[in-house]
């Protein structure tokens, strides 16, 4: 039977700016230790963001570690706007992977707008990790 | 208070497709072992879809899988395309139900693009959660 082995969860209703088209972080979890040397992570992330003004994409991305370098789990792809452009919106992902031979992880949410310009801000924002 | 006494994850990120009318589904958990004889069963799903140029609305289904066969517990609404057609779009299903005298639970999300005509519909990366809660 699995069984939920570490959780960590973050969040912040904070005002944070994701910067014209440069992807952003806008919530890490805490680091978690691995419980095993074989687990499964299972990843969930939300971001309430009012986009930039011209903008017509963002693209969500939820990596292993705390930069815009770290690796990514999961695709990359363009949503389009699901609201005028300046419009406050949710955006969401979750993702699953194998990890196996670390000592912690820490996994983020990233969000980076395309199509035009100015800055969206990140409202408020959330994020899970389950160690199964 | 319930505790939780199995959970199940899995993720896809290879790309599927079908044309419009047509069903794909997210990526099904492995099935847990779960207690008898009753237990609560959340499934959380979410999938990166483009619908087809010619897709109306996505009409979402959860399925239980129990020893590999798949049974669906609810038929949602059809859902408008939030935006639009041909564009990668996020969808998101999340159910609960009491389940009695069963000794595994896995489950996936069946997402349905109404409409006709043919155009494709593509599913880009999708996951699933199930939580077993007695």
Not at chain 1, 4 to 20: D, F, K, L, P
Not at chain 2, 59 to 66: A, M, P, Q, S, V
Not at chain 2, 68 to 86: H, V
């Given at each position: 039977?699995?069984?939920?082995?570490?959780?960590?969860?973050?969040?912040?209703?904070?005002?944070?700016?994701?910067?014209?088209?440069?992807?952003?972080?806008?919530?890490?979890?805490?680091?978690?230790?691995?419980?095993?040397?074989?687990?499964?992570?299972?990843?969930?992330?939300?971001?309430?963001?009012?986009?930039?003004?011209?903008?017509?994409?963002?693209?969500?991305?939820?990596?292993?570690?705390?930069?815009?370098?770290?690796?990514?789990?999961?695709?990359?792809?363009?949503?389009?706007?699901?609201?005028?452009?300046?419009?406050?919106?949710?955006?969401?992902?979750?993702?699953?992977?194998?990890?196996?031979?670390?000592?912690?992880?820490?996994?983020?949410?990233?969000?980076?707008?395309?199509?035009?310009?100015?800055?969206?801000?990140?409202?408020?924002?959330?994020?899970?990790?389950?160690?199964? | 208070?319930?505790?939780?006494?199995?959970?199940?994850?899995?993720?896809?990120?290879?790309?599927?497709?079908?044309?419009?009318?047509?069903?794909?589904?997210?990526?099904?958990?492995?099935?847990?072992?779960?207690?008898?004889?009753?237990?609560?069963?959340?499934?959380?799903?979410?999938?990166?879809?483009?619908?087809?140029?010619?897709?109306?609305?996505m009409?979402?289904?959860?399925?239980?899988?129990?020893s590999?066969?798949?049974?669906?517990?609810?038929?949602?609404?059809?859902?408008?395309?939030?935006?639009?057609?041909?564009v990668?779009?996020?969808?998101?299903?999340?159910?609960?139900?009491?389940i009695?005298?069963?000794?595994?639970?896995?489950?996936?999300a069946?997402?349905?693009?109404?409409?006709?005509?043919?155009?494709?519909?593509?599913?880009?990366?999708?996951?699933?959660?199930?939580?077993?809660?007695?």
């Open positions: 039977m699995a069984d939920v082995r570490e959780v960590g969860v973050s969040g912040t209703i904070v005002n944070a700016t994701v910067t014209g088209t440069t992807e952003t972080i806008v919530v890490s979890s805490p680091a978690i230790d691995l419980p095993g040397p074989q687990i499964t992570a299972c990843v969930m992330a939300y971001c309430q963001l009012t986009t930039g003004g011209t903008q017509t994409t963002v693209t969500p991305r939820i990596r292993r570690g705390t930069a815009i370098t770290s690796p990514l789990v999961g695709l990359a792809n363009a949503e389009a706007l699901k609201a005028a452009a300046g419009s406050t919106e949710p955006f969401f992902m979750m993702v699953t992977e194998s990890i196996s031979n670390l000592d912690q992880v820490i996994y983020s949410f990233s969000l980076q707008q395309a199509g035009g310009a100015g800055n969206g801000t990140a409202l408020q924002v959330a994020i899970w990790v389950l160690l199964i | 208070m319930a505790d939780i006494s199995a959970v199940s994850a899995a993720s896809d990120s290879a790309t599927k497709t079908i044309a419009v009318p047509g069903i794909l589904r997210t990526a099904a958990t492995p099935e847990a072992s779960t207690p008898r004889p009753t237990h609560a069963v959340l499934r959380l799903s979410y999938a990166q879809m483009t619908p087809g140029a010619t897709c109306t609305g009409t979402k289904f959860d399925e239980l899988i129990h590999n066969s798949f049974t669906q517990t609810a038929a949602g609404a059809t859902e408008a395309l939030p935006a639009g057609t041909g990668v779009t996020p969808f998101f299903l999340m159910f609960v139900s009491n009695a005298n069963s000794d595994t639970e896995g489950a996936d069946a997402f349905q693009s109404e409409g006709a005509g043919g155009s494709n519909t593509t599913m880009q990366q999708s996951a699933t959660l199930v939580v077993v809660a007695q």
